[in-house]
């Protein structure tokens, strides 16, 4: 086994009916770009009723149709948020945490220390957390999952991962290894994979590789680090008639 392995995303997931949330921060391969991607997939009718809007250079989950929600609480949030020079993204509304953590000087980890996974048993979803900070036209990156340490939710194991950025590099994390019931966790340190130079190539890759029945949403941006110009991508797959 090789543990310096960069996998091709597509490759990696291609197959698996059930990863559920994703997170993937990296540097693309022309060490131009920081990049970071969000999925999300879903087998109940609640889960699958959301897209994804962007706004303000925010990203927030919304309902498709607002009449169908059941339960709002664990699947509308907001994803991706900046604070000054830091870029969030996470699979629930502990975002929020962060981003006021930041605010008042408190490092991502010790924000996310007053949180666990989520209150949905048997499955006790992880959540997951990402970071991209910039400087001098450079970043590093910090990921975090929050899963219980036992199948009864009696308490919970908080690991955090922090990288420096790499050309060509990025490490993928997501709830879940596949489906199941309960639905098995996601398990060691995130992924080593590929970030190419492409922002549509990416997507395309990682869109299509996600199972058709159970994905619901990407979202995908590239960063210049030289300018700040931001390219993103947003992929729904409920789209709204206009």
């Not at 091709?8 to 997931?13: A, D, K, R, S, V």
């Not at 996974?117 to 979803?125: H, M, Q, S």
């Not at 199948?151 to 991962?161: H, I, K, L, N, P």
């Not at 590929?194 to 619901?216: C, E, G, R, V």
């Amino acid at each position: 086994m090789n543990v310096y392995e960069v996998n091709n995303i597509g490759e990696l997931i291609k197959g698996n009916p059930y990863v559920g949330r994703g997170i993937v921060i990296g540097k693309s391969e022309d060490a131009k770009n920081a990049v970071i991607a969000y999925f999300i997939m879903g087998r109940s009718a609640n889960s699958r009723n959301r897209i994804f809007a962007e706004k303000d250079g925010a990203v927030f989950t919304e309902p498709f149709d607002a009449s169908k929600v059941e339960d709002p609480s664990l699947i509308i949030y907001a994803a991706v948020r900046q604070y000054e020079n830091n870029l969030i993204v996470t699979n629930g509304d502990q975002t929020d945490t962060v981003y006021e953590g930041l605010k008042k000087g408190v490092r991502f980890s010790e924000a996310l220390s007053t949180r666990a996974f989520e209150p949905d048993a048997p499955n006790y979803t992880p959540r997951i957390s990402g970071m991209a900070t910039f400087a001098d036209n450079d970043f590093t990156y910090q990921m975090s999952i929050l899963k219980s340490v036992d199948a009864e939710g009696s308490d919970c194991a908080r690991y955090t991962f922090s990288y420096p950025a790499k050309a060509g590099l990025s490490h993928f994390i997501h709830t879940y290894v596949t489906d199941g019931n309960p639905i098995p966790t996601f398990q060691g340190e995130p992924e080593r994979v590929f970030i190419n130079n492409s922002i549509d190539d990416f997507t395309n890759t990682l869109w299509n590789a996600l199972d058709s029945d159970n994905k619901i949403s990407l979202y995908v941006r590239y960063t210049d680090l030289a300018s700040g110009e931001i390219q993103s991508r947003l992929i729904n797959k409920m789209k709204k008639e206009i």
